[in-house]
Every structure is written in structure tokens, then in C-alpha cells.
């Protein structure tokens, strides 16, 4: 099941992530370092070790502690490996915890959040779908800003889900036909 497409790549395949293509490359490189190192920290708190923050990152793992100071939100795992198995993709939530009582998935974002609702509705659904016993009832978006404070925004699973899935249909679909494409051009040239 390794070769399953994750999330993000559906996502980006179909249109619906965060369009980058304007944003200078140094620019886009210095954010994908800070939001490395934040996630790195969430998943030392969730995990309870530490890790070394820098000094551009520690604004983003303040708001995340305060989140859960402010919350009371209890976090059980971060950056597992989900896979759904009917709607074949994969992908690694940023953590799985407990708030007030029920089980959910938390994105956690220090920049573009496009397409996020998305992202964190198809984590609910494959974590569902691989514990049904257990499954996830709520995903959220957590903001972290540079000033040290948050933003929670709950998404509408049902609506994002039915987006995620038809762009799932396509990104199959697309992928079937180059294949088909490669093997028709490979009989031709043979």
C-alpha cells in the first residue's frame, strides 16, 4: 500500500492546494523550514520530548501551548500514517487528540491554509475507516501566528469530504489514463 498517493499530492494534482507559483522560491523555502520545525515541536509535545526550536519557529510552538492551555485539548498521537483503503490514499495527520470528549484530527498551519479543509477531512475519514471503533468526529484548522497567538477554525467535514472525494475520483481517473496513455505510445513505438 506504500504507493498510494497522499493527500497533499491529490490535492495539488486536482487544483485544489495552496497555488505557490508566485511566491519566490527563497520565500517559500524559509516558510517550509519554519513549518518543519513547528510541526517538529508539536509532535515533541504531543510525544512529550524536546526538541530544539530556532528562534523564527518558537513564536508558532508558543501559540500551540497556548492552544492547549486555552483548549484543554488532549493530543494522543501526531504524524501517523492513515490510509484509506476503499478510496486508496494515504497521508500523515499533524495530531489526533481529544476535545471535549471526542476524538479528532488537528492541521496544524503556520502559513497557507488553502485547501486544508480538504486535507483534514480526508485524515478523518481514512483514520475512521482504519478504526471504526474509534473513529474521528471533528477536524480543525489550528493557525499558528508569528505574535504568539492562534486561530481554531472547525471544518465542515461532510461538505469537504464530498470535494475530497470527487478529487480523489479525478486524481485516479487522471492517473489511469496516463498510464493507458504510456502503454499505447510504448505498443506504438515498438
Do not use: C
Not at 505557490?20 to 516558510?31: D, F, G, K, N, T
Not at 528562534?55 to 497556548?66: I, L, M, R, S
Not at 477554525?153 to 461538505?159: H, K
Amino acid at each position: 500500500m506504500s504507493q498510494l498517493p497522499r493527500v497533499s499530492e491529490i490535492l495539488r494534482a486536482t487544483g485544489l492546494g495552496p497555488d505557490l507559483s508566485m511566491v519566490p522560491a527563497v520565500l517559500l523555502e524559509v516558510a517550509r523550514r519554519r513549518g518543519s520545525a513547528v510541526h517538529a515541536a508539536v509532535e515533541g509535545l504531543v510525544y512529550r520530548y524536546d526538541v530544539e526550536t530556532p528562534p523564527e519557529a518558537a513564536p508558532y510552538v508558543d501559540a500551540f501551548k497556548k492552544f492547549l492551555v486555552d483548549s484543554t485539548f488532549e493530543p494522543i498521537a501526531a504524524e501517523i500514517l492513515v490510509i484509506h483503503p476503499s478510496w486508496r490514499y494515504q497521508g500523515h495527520p499533524d495530531v489526533i487528540g481529544f476535545l471535549s470528549g471526542h476524538r479528532g484530527i488537528l492541521d496544524v498551519k503556520t502559513g497557507a491554509s488553502d485547501g486544508a479543509a480538504y486535507q483534514v477531512a480526508a485524515y478523518v475519514d481514512a483514520w475512521s475507516a482504519q478504526r471504526p471503533t474509534e473513529p474521528a468526529t471533528w477536524g480543525a484548522i489550528l493557525h499558528l501566528r508569528d505574535d504568539g497567538t492562534y486561530r481554531f477554525d472547525e471544518i465542515d467535514l461532510a461538505r469537504s469530504l464530498e470535494t475530497f472525494r470527487a478529487a480523489v475520483l479525478v486524481y485516479h481517473a487522471q492517473t489511469a489514463r496516463r498510464a493507458i496513455s504510456i502503454n499505447e505510445w510504448r505498443e506504438i513505438a515498438a
